[in-house]
C-alpha cells in the first residue's frame, strides 16, 4: 500500500511538475529545420515536445536513398560554401565531405554536336565569375531582372567568338537560363530578382562539397548526435510521430494554448508550435490551416515570396562508358536547338525535356549521371510515367553522345518528385519580381504570431531564413533561431520568477 501511494505520488507529482515546469512545444515538420529546432530545445531541458510529420519519414528535403549501390540524393546534395555555413561547421572536423572539381564538362548540341569547348569553358567561367563576385548586382546596378543583368554579360562575351552565330547565341542564352533558374527556381531567368542578391550571402569557400560516399542525409544524424557518438543521440527521434499530417492550427482559445490537429483526428494541445513545413505548403494550404486566420503581412509575404521547382533523375550504368577519355570532364551539358525545343514543346509527354540542362557525373559514385530539369519542367515531368522519362533520356543521351561515346542503356533509374507531394509543392524559395514589388521578405515571414506577450504560432524553415534562404544551412539556421527564442522567452521567463528570492 505504501508502495502504491509513493508510486501514485511521484507518477502525479511527475505530470504536474512536467506542466508547470516545461512548456509544452509542438514542431511541425521533420526536415533539417524541425530537427535542429528539436535538437537545440532538447539540449537546453526543453523535454516537453513533439515533431509531428506528415511524410513516412524525417529529413523533408534533405533524402538521401539507396539507389544501386548508392547513396544518392533526390533533395539537397552540395554544402554551399565553408565560412559561416552552420551545416559545413558541424561536419568539418569529422573529415566525412570532400571539395569539388572545378565545373567542367562539354557541351553539345541536342543532336550530337560538340561545341568547341574553349568557347563554352570562356563563356561559362565568365558567367560563374560574374555570379559569384560581380553579381553582388545591387539594387542600383541592375534594377530588374537577373535575366536582363546576365545577359548582356553574356552577349559581350559571345562577340569574342565570330564562330557564335545568331542560332547558336540564341540556344546558349536558352541553356544559361536553365543554368541560372536551377540556383533559382523560378520558370524563367526574367523572374528572379537582381536586388535578391545583394540580400542573400554566399558563404565563402567551395559552393559544392560533397558527402563522399555519404548523402546529405548524414546531416540529420550529425544534428541529432547520432553520429558519430550514437551514446550521445539525443531523443529527437523518440519525440517524432510519423505519418502525422498537420491539418488545423487553432490559436483562438483565450487561454493561449494552440490545438494542433492531424488528419487522424488526434489533438495536440501545446504552449507553442513552430511551423517548418515549406513555403509551397504555406501557399497551398494557409487559408485553411490557421485558424484564426494569419496576419495580413504574413499572408502577403507567403504570397509574395518565391517558390519553385527542380527534378532530378538519376541514371545507373554497368560501366563508365561516360569517362573513357579520362580526362576532367565532369558531364554534358545540352544546347538545345531551337526547332528540337519547338518540337517538344508540341507534345505534352515531351514538353519537361528541353528543361534538362544536361546529364551529369555524380562524384565517388563513378557509375551515376544525373539530369538536372529546372524550373517549369520539374512540374511537367511529374505528370510523364518513370517508364516514359526512362525511355526518353536514353533517347536523349544517345542523340546527343552516341557519336562521340559507346553509349550503353542504363541498368536503372530514379527520379525525384517534390513538385506534386502536398507536403513539399516544389524545391526551395526565391526572391522574384513579385517579391521586390510587394516589398515581401523572409524576415516577415519568420516573425511569430505573439499572444499576451509570448509568441504562440513560431515559422522557421529554409524560407524564414534572410541570408541563407533554399538551403540546407539556411534552414538549420532558422531553426535554430526559433529554439533559441524560445529558450531565451523562458530565461528571462525564470529569471524574473526568480528575481524576489534572490534580492
Ligand atoms: C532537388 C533539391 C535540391 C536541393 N539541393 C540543395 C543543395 O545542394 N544544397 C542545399 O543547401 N540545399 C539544397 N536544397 C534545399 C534544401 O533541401 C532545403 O532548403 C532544406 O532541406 C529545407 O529544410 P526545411 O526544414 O526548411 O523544410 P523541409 O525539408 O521541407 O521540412 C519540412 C517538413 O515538414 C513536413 N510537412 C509539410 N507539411 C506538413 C504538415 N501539414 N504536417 C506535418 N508535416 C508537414 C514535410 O514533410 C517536411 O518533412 C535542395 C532542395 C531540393 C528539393
Ligand atoms: C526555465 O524554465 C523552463 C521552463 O519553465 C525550464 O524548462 C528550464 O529548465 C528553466 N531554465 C533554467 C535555467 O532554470
Ligand atoms: C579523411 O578521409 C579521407 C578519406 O576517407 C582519408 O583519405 C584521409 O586520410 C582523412 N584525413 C584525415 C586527416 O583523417
Ligand atoms: C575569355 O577569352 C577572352 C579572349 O580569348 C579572354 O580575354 C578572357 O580572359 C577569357 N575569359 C575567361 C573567363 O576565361
Ligand atoms: C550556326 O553555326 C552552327 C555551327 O557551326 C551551324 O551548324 C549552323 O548552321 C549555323 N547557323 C546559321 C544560321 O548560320
Ligand atoms: C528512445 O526510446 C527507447 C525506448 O523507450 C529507449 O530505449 C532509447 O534509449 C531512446 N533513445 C534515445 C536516443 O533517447
Ligand atoms: C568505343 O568502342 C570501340 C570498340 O570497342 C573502341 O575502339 C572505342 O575506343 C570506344 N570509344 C570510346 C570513346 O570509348
Ligand atoms: C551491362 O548492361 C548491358 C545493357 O543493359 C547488358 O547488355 C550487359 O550484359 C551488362 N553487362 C554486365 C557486365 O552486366
Ligand atoms: C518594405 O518593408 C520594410 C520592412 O518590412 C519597410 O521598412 C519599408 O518601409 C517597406 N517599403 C515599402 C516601399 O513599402
Redesign the pocket.
Known amino acids: 500500500m505504501l508502495y502504491y501511494m509513493i508510486f501514485l505520488f511521484c507518477l502525479i507529482s511527475g505530470t504536474i511538475s512536467e506542466d508547470t515546469k516545461s512548456p509544452r512545444i509542438v514542431i511541425?515538420?521533420?526536415?533539417?529545420?524541425?530537427?535542429?529546432a528539436a535538437a537545440k530545445l532538447l539540449e537546453n531541458d526543453f523535454q516537453n515536445l513533439i515533431i509531428?510529420?506528415?511524410?513516412n519519414?524525417?529529413?523533408?528535403?534533405?533524402?538521401t536513398v539507396k539507389f544501386d549501390e548508392y547513396a544518392v540524393?533526390?533533395?539537397?546534395?552540395?554544402?554551399?560554401g565553408e565560412k559561416g555555413n552552420v551545416?559545413y561547421e558541424l561536419v568539418a572536423p569529422l573529415n566525412i565531405t570532400d571539395h569539388s572539381k572545378p565545373m567542367n564538362d562539354e557541351v553539345y548540341t541536342s543532336t550530337g554536336e560538340l561545341i568547341d569547348t574553349r568557347i563554352t569553358k570562356n563563356i561559362t567561367d565568365t558567367y560563374l565569375t560574374y555570379f559569384e563576385t560581380t553579381a553582388k548586382f545591387t539594387g542600383d546596378k541592375c534594377q530588374r531582372s537577373v535575366g536582363e543583368c546576365i545577359e548582356h554579360k553574356l552577349k559581350d562575351c559571345f562577340k569574342k567568338f565570330p564562330e557564335l552565330n545568331e542560332t547558336l547565341q540564341e540556344q546558349l542564352l536558352w541553356l544559361f537560363n536553365m543554368m541560372q533558374i536551377g540556383f533559382d527556381p523560378a520558370d524563367s531567368w526574367y523572374d528572379i530578382a537582381a536586388k535578391a542578391y545583394s540580400e542573400y550571402s554566399i558563404c565563402e569557400g567551395d559552393q559544392?562539397m560533397n558527402w563522399r560516399d555519404r548523402g546529405?542525409g548524414t546531416i540529420l544524424d550529425v544534428l541529432m548526435k547520432k553520429f558519430p557518438n550514437p551514446e550521445e543521440e539525443l531523443p529527437v527521434l523518440n519525440k517524432t510521430i510519423l505519418n502525422?499530417?498537420?491539418?488545423k492550427v487553432d490559436y483562438s482559445s483565450e487561454d493561449n494554448s494552440v490545438k494542433v490537429t492531424?488528419?487522424d483526428g488526434k489533438e495536440y494541445i501545446a504552449d507553442h508550435v513552430i511551423m517548418?513545413?515549406?513555403l509551397?505548403?504555406l501557399k497551398a494550404?494557409y487559408e485553411t490551416?490557421f485558424n484564426p486566420p494569419l496576419p495580413e503581412l504574413k499572408i502577403k509575404a507567403i504570397k509574395g515570396l518565391g517558390f519553385g521547382n527542380?527534378?532530378?533523375i538519376f541514371l545507373a550504368f554497368n560501366d563508365t562508358w561516360f569517362n573513357a577519355k579520362k580526362t576532367n570532364n565532369a558531364g554534358f551539358r545540352i544546347l538545345w536547338t531551337k526547332e528540337e525545343r519547338e518540337k517538344l514543346d508540341s507534345n505534352p509527354k515531351t514538353r519537361w525535356m528541353s528543361y534538362a540542362l544536361g546529364f551529369f557525373f555524380v562524384e565517388h559514385k563513378p557509375r551515376l549521371l544525373y539530369v538536372w530539369v529546372s524550373g517549369k519542367g520539374a512540374r511537367l515531368i511529374d505528370d510523364v510515367t518513370d517508364e516514359e522519362i526512362f525511355d526518353q533520356t536514353v533517347q536523349m543521351l544517345n542523340n546527343m553522345l552516341s557519336k562521340d561515346y559507346n553509349v550503353t542503356r542504363p541498368t536503372a533509374m530514379i527520379r525525384?518528385k517534390?513538385y506534386q507531394?502536398?507536403?513539399?509543392r516544389?524545391?526551395?524559395?526565391f526572391q522574384s519580381i513579385e517579391t521586390i514589388k510587394t516589398n515581401s521578405s523572409a524576415l516577415q515571414l519568420s516573425e511569430p504570431i505573439i499572444k499576451m506577450g509570448k509568441p504562440v504560432i513560431l515559422f522557421?524553415?529554409?524560407?524564414?531564413n534572410k541570408h541563407y534562404?533554399?538551403?540546407?544551412?539556411?534552414?538549420?539556421g532558422?531553426?535554430w533561431r526559433e529554439a533559441e527564442r524560445l529558450i531565451s522567452l523562458y530565461d528571462k521567463i525564470n529569471s524574473t520568477n526568480k528575481s524576489p528570492m534572490t534580492k
Open positions: 511541425v515538420g521533420a526536415g533539417a529545420s524541425g530537427i535542429a509531428l510529420e506528415a511524410e519519414r524525417i529529413g523533408g528535403r534533405v533524402n540524393d533526390l533533395g539537397a546534395q552540395w554544402i554551399h551545416a559544392a546529405y502525422a499530417e498537420v491539418t492531424t488528419l517548418t513545413p515549406s509551397g505548403v494550404q490551416l527542380a527534378c532530378k525525384s517534390w507531394n502536398k507536403h513539399f516544389g524545391t526551395y524559395s522557421g524553415g529554409e524560407a524564414t534562404y533554399s538551403t540546407v544551412h539556411g534552414a538549420i532558422s531553426g
